[in-house]
């Protein structure tokens, strides 16, 4: 299974990684918020992004993580996907 994760992002480009793996992967729950970097976090908040990983919630994500997990994987082999468009660029920059 792969392993969800659980973000409060701090600076730099971590709030739009926050984003991305929390809306648009859905492999991660939010713990905080960047827009409220400044507040206090009460236990309670921290304890229920942990619940909610450990739930059923936390199980969807695994598995997506896991299938995300096993795409890479596949587009880095030899073959694959990542390897061709890195022998293109090395092509095109290289004539």
Known sequence: MGVPMATWPMHSDQPV???FVTKVLRIGVE???WGRRD??????????????????E?????KRAQELGA???NSVMEGGS???EMDAFITHITR
Not at 58 to 62: L, N, Q, T
């Open 17 to 19: 990684n926050a984003v």
């Open 31 to 33: 713990v905080k918020d």
């Open 39 to 56: 507040e206090v976090v009460p236990s309670s908040t921290v304890e229920n992004a942990v619940r909610r990983l450990m739930a059923s």
């Open 58 to 62: 936390g199980d969807e994500m695994r």
């Open 71 to 73: 795409a890479v994987r």
């Open 82 to 84: 990542s390897g061709k």
